[in-house]
């Protein structure tokens, strides 16, 4: 009974010894599931960054607006400083000369002249006091109201600084987690925020010429939510930039440029260089370069860069 007990305690001895597998780390994810949630990631950063650069859209104006208020503010306050100034001036005025002695020199004058010309200046010098006075007033006023109005806005601007903010907040931790799947998959692509491009030599002409030569002398420079260039770019960012060399205002995210095309909405079957195109909703949006060929600035950790048409699979298009 002894020997069994001695080797009942060294098998447990052995036991606890052993690793325990279930208290293994989760085993890295197969290749083909990292692939699956990197794509899952960027069909969700597509929406994320649109929201975020329609609250930067808005924060941009809603610092305008305030700039514009603060501005007429400070304008209208160095107005009422200079009147206040003036009225401050005609009540010195007032008790050094006094109304009281023009008023006595008008009863002690000696003849009718004397005493009409005292009282025309009584009057003057009422009149003076008195439109001073009411223009003080209608500053203050106006003060007031820019005040309150400046107040209003800057609130307002506030309340969209704190949106973009989170959404920054958001948009950063996604990032975050797209640049480590992508460094796992050894497939991540800092590209260069000084790459030359390449010469567009398709068969565009006119307005889309000019478009798609700007967005081919992009190709390598990297894709950055929120950028807008010159080194590095989201995909409307590029797109609206590239149609800005063509004489086309384009709306600054890819939902607002499918709204702004609502009567320039083409078939994809019938695509011409220049025409803009998305895929699988409406949060990524390219050019179509012609040659069976887009042109777009794809997601984190990739580069603009020429896709093809079939790769791509667009089902919008809109024709600027």
């Keep these: 009974m002894r020997g069994r007990a001695s080797v009942a305690a060294g098998l447990a001895a052995a036991v606890i010894l052993l690793p325990v597998v279930g208290a293994q780390a989760d085993p890295k994810p197969t290749l083909a599931e990292a692939q699956a949630k990197l794509k899952k990631l960027n069909k969700q950063m597509d929406d994320i960054v649109d929201d975020y650069n329609g609250a930067n859209e808005k924060w941009k104006k809603a610092k305008k607006q305030y700039d514009k208020v603060n501005a007429a503010f400070k304008k209208q306050d160095l107005q009422v400083q200079a009147l206040r100034a003036g009225v401050v001036g005609v009540a010195v005025t007032n008790y050094q000369t006094g109304d009281f002695r023009t008023l006595s020199g008008l009863f002690t004058a000696d003849d009718p002249d004397t005493m009409l010309n005292t009282m025309a200046l009584m009057d003057q010098l009422a009149a003076g006091r008195t439109q001073s006075l009411t223009e003080f007033e209608v500053a203050i006023k106006g003060l007031r109201t820019q005040r309150e109005e400046k107040k209003k806005t800057y609130e307002d601007a506030a309340k969209v600084k704190d949106e973009l903010v989170k959404k920054k907040k958001k948009?950063?931790?996604?990032?975050?987690?797209?640049?480590?799947?992508?460094?796992?998959?050894?497939?991540?692509n800092p590209g260069n925020t000084n790459s030359a491009g390449q010469v567009y030599t398709g068969p565009a002409s006119g307005n889309a010429l000019a478009a798609l030569e700007f967005a081919y002398a992009q190709i390598?420079?990297?894709?950055?939510?929120?950028?807008?260039?010159?080194?590095?770019?989201?995909?409307?960012?590029?797109?609206?930039?590239?149609?800005?060399?063509?004489?086309?205002?384009?709306?600054?995210?890819?939902?607002?440029?499918?709204?702004?095309?609502?009567?320039?909405?083409?078939?994809?079957?019938?695509?011409?260089?220049?025409?803009?195109?998305w895929h699988s909703g409406f949060g990524h949006v390219g050019l179509y370069a012609g040659d069976g060929k887009v042109v777009h600035s794809p997601q984190t950790g990739d580069v603009v860069k020429v896709t093809p048409l079939s790769q791509y699979n667009p089902d919008k298009a809109v024709r600027p």
């Design 171 to 188: 948009a950063d931790r996604m990032v975050a987690e797209q640049v480590k799947l992508l460094r796992e998959l050894g497939a991540y």
């Design 220 to 277: 390598g420079k990297p894709y950055r939510y929120g950028g807008t260039g010159p080194g590095s770019w989201d995909c409307s960012g590029l797109v609206q930039a590239a149609w800005a060399k063509g004489g086309v205002s384009l709306p600054r995210t890819s939902y607002e440029m499918w709204a702004w095309g609502a009567n320039r909405r083409v078939s994809v079957n019938a695509l011409e260089p220049g025409d803009l195109v």
